[in-house]
């Protein structure tokens, strides 16, 4: 594997670690049960997978995203940030 595909890699997965803090921080983990640790792709834990992404599917087809809508929500996102570091 090249260095460059690797770098990649790295990024990738770094972003994709950080989009699960940020999920773990808006409180969907709780609002759906999910242990730390737990295994979503198991197959005991598969319905809990299926109820996150059908929640962020429902989102996404149901919410417009003009800029209003992104500063509002980047807007609700930085004070609970900063409460949250408190």
Request: no cysteine; aromatic share 8%; glycine share 6%.
């Amino acid at each position: 594997m090249s260095s460059q595909s690797q770098t990649q890699r790295r990024l990738r997965t770094r972003s994709i670690i950080q989009l699960g803090g940020l999920v773990k921080k808006s409180g969907l983990t709780d609002a759906f049960l999910i242990e730390e640790g737990e295994d979503l792709q198991s197959y005991e834990s598969l319905h809990k997978a299926a109820k996150v992404l059908g929640f962020l599917t429902d989102v996404m087809e149901n919410k417009i995203f003009n800029e209003s809508s992104l500063e509002y929500w980047q807007k609700i996102g930085e004070r609970y940030l900063k409460n949250r570091s408190q």
